[in-house]
């Protein structure tokens, strides 16, 4: 809803200025529309694609976002 995407705004404003050694490197939603929509604000300020992944499988998921993106900033939504 528009209260939603204004909140997604809100927080690609703040993620999008926060400088930990570097910027957001990689985001990750669920299949959730909601959650896509909250992660896709900031994803197309930075350019990167939010990549999908199965929210279910927390040992799985987290496994892969761990071996992918060793060292980097990541944004799980």
């Known amino acids: 809803n528009a209260r939603g995407r204004a909140r997604a705004e809100l927080l690609a404003d703040f993620l999008e200025k926060v400088d930990v050694t570097g910027s957001v490197n ?3 939603a669920s299949d959730k529309r909601r959650t896509q929509e909250t992660a ?3 994803a197309n300020r930075l350019n990167l694609t939010v990549r999908i992944d199965d ?4 040992d799985g998921f987290m496994r892969r976002v761990l071996r992918d993106n060793k060292g980097k900033i990541v944004l799980i939504v």
């Open 40 to 42: 896709a604000p900031l």
């Open 26 to 28: 990689a985001i990750y």
């Open 55 to 58: 929210h279910l499988d927390t």
